[in-house]
């Protein structure tokens, strides 16, 4: 049996909506709409446009539809921002980017009046001063949330405009640090504690359930039977991602590499240890009950922000291809920076650039001060292969496992220095590809739910295999990325 759905995935910079047709030997992905996407600055705050992602969303079903048969329908995004509805079901105020300086310092004082340790034990999830616990600590006595019914994560107020449905899926869910990891339910207590109000927060569905068929309004708006439904799939783009990763088995370590790289392993159960906290890994839920236990790294934003500031200032020659070529023949190591500190987490702005901010890490850090676009690319990815080299490392130390290859899935697998100075960072195989592994999980997930033969993960992996070339990077000796480590402190 074939079946086709709709994937949709959802980026910080742009929307795809891919048609996937899973065969009895082959899974194939074509990209038939694709929109730009990005935070809106309204009154010195960063939001989401998030009608405009819905009819975005709606004009790619319809294309999907126009073009074959549509059996199902699954929405990936990034994790953590969410809506809040109030009793009529209606969208109150904004949405907001978890860019936005409004949790600043919101996370310090959650740990001073929790503990990080408590904070550690029931949810397992790295502290970045974004989640969606500190969002909400920061619209505490807000007109928006003092109002609200009910909270939805991205995916599911997109899954809740095309069918009614009110839920949160469960790899999207445990992002939020609003979610008791060992208990697998909303962290009710903690949010009590917080004064936080934790009657918003929805029932949790598991990925591969339905959400249920399409509004008849909107069916035939995008112009197919009221009986399509909608699957809930791994909704976080990484927990997508990773289904996607084409591992044949064993221990392997991956990268999803986007705008940000999350970089870790798959497991069969949270590691919840002291060591883990203190090294600040994440514990959030794959699909098949697996934990994807990682790092959050600040990933290729930093560069594609810098490329941003660069042509807003019209410097000549910083096209990304050119540059990265140029970086590969730039000296190694000269200049390596702590790549997640969190300066570089707001975008470029004219007043605040983000080469400068880089820039200003080297020198604060003793390093040789890059100034020419070229300098600071290397500078980009060399820290970036620092950083992975820490972190798949610490990760396998912390879990008690020893990865044979990390996989590097994502836009950014197409970025052959990265990939290269990865392994060599490693000390491992790099098997880079495929690009769009998130929609690839997306179709595959749904397509088990809607009666494909794909008993589990490994089946899920072996048809991706099957069905995607990956390249394979051999790691090089000669540099000494230990001393590197060492210099980000
Ligand atoms: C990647 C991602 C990360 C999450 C970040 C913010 O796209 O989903 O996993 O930490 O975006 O939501």
């Known amino acids: 049996m074939t079946v086709r759905v709709a994937a949709v995935d959802l980026g910080a910079t742009s929307g795809r909506v891919m048609s996937g047709r899973i065969g009895a030997d082959r899974v194939e992905i074509n990209e038939l709409h694709r929109f730009p996407n990005g935070a809106v600055r309204a009154r010195g705050s960063l939001f989401w446009d998030v009608l405009g992602i819905h009819r975005e969303t709606l004009a790619g079903i319809r294309e999907v539809a126009r073009t074959g048969p549509l059996h199902g329908i699954g929405i990936d995004s990034w994790a953590i921002d969410y809506g809040l509805l109030d009793r009529d079901g209606l969208l109150l105020g904004q949405v907001f980017s978890h860019r936005d300086a409004r949790v600043d310092g919101i996370a310090e004082k959650v740990v001073a009046e929790i503990g990080a340790p408590a904070l550690y034990a029931t949810t397992g999830i790295q502290q970045l001063p974004f989640n969606t616990l500190y969002q909400l600590v920061a619209a505490r006595g807000t007109a928006a949330l003092e109002s609200a019914e009910t909270l939805l994560l991205l995916p599911d107020l997109l899954g809740y405009w095309l069918t009614g449905a009110v839920g949160a899926e469960r ?15 909303w962290a009710v207590d903690l949010c009590r504690d917080l004064g936080l109000p934790w009657g918003i927060l929805p029932p949790l569905r598991d990925p591969g359930s339905l959400l249920g068929p399409l509004l008849p309004e909107v069916a035939r708006e995008v112009g197919v039977g009221a009986d399509v439904p909608v699957v809930a799939v791994g909704s976080h783009d990484t927990a997508s991602a990773v289904v996607g990763v084409p591992a044949s088995g064993g221990d392997f370590a991956y990268i999803s590499s986007g705008t940000w790289s999350l970089v870790g392993l798959e497991l069969d159960a949270p590691v919840l240890t002291e060591a883990a906290r203190e090294a600040d890994f994440t514990n959030e839920l794959g699909v098949d009950g697996t934990v994807r236990f990682l790092k959050n790294v600040m990933g290729l934003w930093v560069l594609s922000e810098s490329l941003r500031s660069w042509s807003e200032r019209r410097y000549a020659d910083v096209e990304l291809r050119s540059l990265i070529a140029a970086a590969a023949e730039f000296a190694p190591l000269r200049t390596v920076v702590d790549i997640n500190d969190p300066r570089l987490l707001a975008p470029s702005t004219a007043a605040d650039p983000m080469p400068e901010r880089i820039a ?46 990390v996989h590097v899935v994502g836009g950014g697998s197409q970025n052959e220095l990265l990939c290269q100075l990865t392994a060599d960072a490693c000390g491992l195989p790099v098997l880079a590809g495929p690009v769009e592994a998130a929609a690839l999980g997306n179709v595959l997930v749904q397509g088990r739910a809607l009666g494909a033969d794909l008993p589990d993960l490994s089946a899920m992996r072996d048809l991706v295999r099957r069905s995607y070339d990956v390249r394979r990077f051999e790691p090089r000796d000669g540099t000494d990325w230990a001393a590197a480590e060492r210099r980000v402190g």
Do not use: F
């Open 360 to 405: 200003a890490l080297a020198a604060e850090a003793g390093e040789t001060v890059p100034h020419s676009p070229v300098a600071i690319t290397r500078c980009i990815v060399d820290s970036l292969a620092v950083a992975y080299r820490r972190h798949v490392r610490t990760a396998a130390t912390l879990a008690g496992t020893s990865p044979e290859v």
């Open 171 to 185: 790899t999207n869910a445990s992002t939020t640090q609003l979610y008791d990891v060992r208990a697998g339910a």
